[in-house]
C-alpha cells in the first residue's frame, strides 16, 4: 500500500514539474511566434537602435526604453541592495529577539504591499519631494529608482537572509577563534561563503526591478525619449507595453507584444548569468 502512495505522489510530483515547465514553454511559443515576425516587418536594427517611438507614423524604436529599463533597474540596484544586504546581517547576527518577529514581519509585509500602493506613495510623497529638493518635475528616473529600490528591499532581504543563516556555525567561531573581530568574521568569512544565496537574492531583485509596472508607469514621467538626466522623465520597457496595449492594434501592438521579447530575454541572461556565476564559484571551491 505504501508502495502505491509513493509511485502516486511521485506521479503527481511529475506533473506538476511538467506543468510549470510547459508553462514557460508556452508563454516563450507565444511571445517570440507573435514579436519576431513584427521586428522583421520593422526591421530588427531600427527596432532594437531606433531612438524614436512614434505609432501614428510607423516609428517603432525601443532603444530609449531599453536604455530606460537599464538606468532604473541600475539605480534601485545601488540604492537598494546595500540596505538589503546590511539589513539581512544584522537580522542574521544581531537584531536582539525581542524585535526579530516584528522587524520580519513588517518586511514580509513590505512583500505583500501591491506596486499600485507603492506608486502612490511614490506619487505622492516621493515625487513632490524630489521636486522641492533636486527642482524639476519630480516624476523621473530617480523617483522610479528609489521607488524601486524600495520594492525589491524584502525579496533581496529575504534570500540574502536565508543564504547567511545556512553558513555554517563553525565558520563564523573558527574565524572568530583566530583572533577575527565579529565584524571581520561576518563580512570576510561568513559573506563569502553565503555568496551563492546572496546572488540569488539580487538577480531576483533585479528580476523584480525590471519587470515592474504599475509603480514605475505613476513616478517616472512616461517619456518615451532617450534619457537625458536623473531627473527627467522616462518610459521604461513595461511601461511602454502596459501604456499603449489596451488601444494598440495591427503592427502597434505587434510591436508592444515585440518589446516583451526583449524584456524576456533581458531576464533568460540574468538568469543565465547567475547560472554561470554559481558554477565558477562552485569550480573554484
Known amino acids: ?61 525601443i532603444l530609449p526604453m531599453i536604455v530606460a529599463s537599464i538606468y532604473v533597474t541600475g539605480g534601485a540596484i545601488l540604492f537598494g541592495v546595500p540596505i538589503a544586504l546590511f539589513t539581512s546581517v544584522f537580522m542574521a547576527r544581531y537584531c536582539p529577539k525581542k524585535i526579530y518577529k516584528p522587524l520580519k514581519a513588517g518586511i514580509e509585509l513590505m512583500a505583500g504591499v501591491p506596486s499600485i500602493v507603492y506608486g502612490f506613495f511614490g506619487l ?57 573581530t565579529k565584524e571581520r568574521s561576518i563580512f570576510f568569512v561568513v559573506l563569502p561563503a553565503a555568496k551563492s544565496g546572496i546572488l540569488a537574492g539580487v538577480v531576483l531583485g533585479i528580476g523584480r526591478a525590471i519587470g515592474e509596472t504599475m509603480a514605475v508607469v505613476m513616478v517616472a514621467g512616461n517619456q518615451p525619449r532617450m534619457p537625458v538626466g536623473i531627473l527627467e522623465g522616462v518610459r521604461t520597457m513595461t511601461a511602454n507595453i502596459v501604456t499603449e496595449m489596451g488601444y494598440a ?37
Open 1 to 61: 500500500m505504501n508502495h502505491i502512495k509513493e509511485k502516486g505522489m511521485k506521479c503527481i510530483f511529475m506533473i506538476a514539474a511538467c506543468t510549470s515547465v510547459l508553462a514557460v514553454f508556452l508563454i516563450c511559443v507565444f511571445l517570440f511566434a507573435s514579436g519576431v515576425p513584427a521586428m522583421g516587418k520593422i526591421g530588427p536594427i531600427e527596432f532594437l537602435f531606433g531612438e524614436v517611438w512614434r505609432p501614428s507614423n510607423d516609428k517603432f524604436g
Open 124 to 180: 505622492i510623497l516621493l515625487v513632490p519631494l524630489i521636486r522641492d529638493t533636486f527642482g524639476g518635475r519630480g516624476s523621473s528616473m530617480l523617483a522610479a529608482s528609489l521607488l524601486l529600490g524600495m520594492m525589491i528591499l524584502p525579496t533581496i532581504i529575504g534570500v540574502t537572509e536565508s543564504a547567511i543563516r545556512s553558513v555554517p556555525e563553525s565558520y563564523y567561531e573558527g574565524s572568530l577563534a583566530l583572533g577575527a
Open 249 to 285: 492594434s495591427g503592427l502597434h501592438r505587434e510591436a508592444l507584444i515585440a518589446t516583451a521579447v526583449v524584456l524576456f530575454v533581458f531576464i533568460l541572461i540574468i538568469n543565465l548569468s547567475l547560472s554561470l556565476l554559481n558554477r565558477r564559484a562552485e569550480n573554484a571551491n
